[in-house]
């Protein structure tokens, strides 16, 4: 039997300086959630993850408690922060580029593209080692979410991660030897 994992890209929220763990959903972000929650309802999913990111928590929280199941929080599933300084709006697309093509290159304070995937493949390793054939709902980020599904197909990058919304979902399927077969996008 098949494993299927849901990466669920947080709804929109207000961006806030310094406050990237706490901040929530804006009131489309909260609307959104409904939708995730509509879409995703009668698929039966046997485990809920997240971030630690408030965000990504509150965009699958109806979601989870629709399907009676607690959110399991895996602090390796944060966003990758690319600077402890700030880049500047002017330079951020251009940052991120080159975070992507350059996967061991670092900013001041930041983490790798390559750190930040094989920290949050540890973490998608063991939940399909431990839930094999179920279904898994992660709550995520575009960045970490992107370097995760690089992991398995080289072909994500800068221009996959510039063209997902907030929220968005998608649909992995593994093979029972934990061999990613397909990618489908969920959203609308």
């Known amino acids: 039997m098949n494993t299927i994992i849901y990466f669920?890209?947080?709804?929109?929220?207000?961006?806030?300086?310094?406050?990237?763990?706490?901040?929530?959903?804006?009131?489309?972000?909260?609307?959104d959630t409904t939708i995730i929650r509509d879409i995703l309802k009668d698929e039966q999913i046997d485990e809920f993850v997240s971030s630690p990111y408030k965000r990504a928590v509150d965009t699958i929280q109806l979601l989870a408690d629709t399907a009676n199941r607690p959110i399991r929080i895996e602090e390796d599933l944060r966003e990758r922060q690319l600077?402890?300084?700030?880049?500047?709006?002017?330079?951020?697309?251009?940052?991120?580029?080159?975070?992507?093509?350059?996967?061991?290159?670092?900013?001041?304070?930041?983490?790798?593209?390559?750190?930040?995937?094989?920290?949050?493949?540890?973490?998608?390793?063991?939940?399909l080692q431990r839930h094999n054939g179920k279904k898994i709902a992660i709550g995520t980020h575009g960045d970490i979410m992107t370097l995760m599904l690089k992991h398995y197909d080289k072909t994500y990058g800068f221009d996959f991660w510039k063209s997902t919304t907030m929220p968005d979902i998608y649909r992995l399927e593994f093979d029972p030897s934990n061999r990613l077969t397909g990618v489908t996008r969920r959203w609308k």
Do not use: C, M, W
Request: glycine letters at 8%.
């Open 8 to 31: 669920i890209r947080h709804a929109e929220s207000v961006f806030v300086e310094g406050a990237e763990r706490e901040r929530g959903l804006t009131e489309k972000g909260k609307r």
């Open 83 to 127: 600077s402890a300084v700030d880049l500047g709006k002017d330079r951020f697309f251009e940052a991120k580029r080159r975070a992507f093509e350059e996967p061991d290159y670092v900013f001041p304070g930041g983490e790798s593209s390559n750190e930040a995937q094989h920290r949050a493949i540890a973490v998608i390793s063991r939940l």
